[in-house]
């Protein structure tokens, strides 16, 4: 069995910092996932494999899912697009000098990241979800970046 390929979101609401915890988490995987890949992304998010899920999942004790849905993805760098069936719509774009307008392009790199080591800065241009959790956060900051994981 392989999740190579395999799209799945993690969206997860906490009640103030996130080190602080009691966060409530929805699971969200392609609806062509089977069973076992299934049971293989919850057991992943679950902490238990280590990776940086082992270093967050303590942090939202209530979990909903893994749920199937329906992903639309457009791939394009700064103005990716995502729906994941009602629960995730998100659309980039590029930050914009709040003076003149002109796209800016910050980068962040992170060495020690336990998520991303490299990333580019956007804007959300929409960013909502709803189903168990719900959250607006249209008009702020997105980041996009490479993720691997590889683990047991």
């Known amino acids: ?20 915890g009691n966060g409530h988490a929805l699971i969200l995987v392609d609806e062509s996932a089977d069973d076992a890949q ?6 992943l998010v679950g902490g238990d494999r280590g990776g940086p899920w082992g270093v967050l999942a303590w ?3 209530t979990v909903d899912g893994p749920l199937p849905v329906r992903y639309e993805l457009e791939l394009d760098g700064l103005s990716t697009r995502v ?39 956007a804007s959300s241009k ?9 959250f607006e956060h249209s008009g702020r900051y997105t980041a996009i970046g490479p993720f691997e994981y590889e683990g047991s």
């Open 1 to 20: 069995m392989s999740l190579d390929d395999l799209n799945f979101t993690v969206l997860v609401q906490w009640p103030g910092a996130i080190h602080e």
């Open 59 to 61: 942090t939202w004790p």
């Open 83 to 121: 729906r994941a069936g009602d629960a995730l719509s998100l659309e980039m774009e590029p930050i914009r000098n709040p003076v003149s307008g002109a796209e800016v392009h910050p980068g962040m790199v992170l060495p020690e990241g336990i998520i991303v080591k490299r990333g580019d800065l």
């Open 126 to 134: 929409s960013f909502r979800v709803a189903n168990g959790i719900s």
């Open 38 to 43: 299934r049971e293989a992304i919850a057991t």
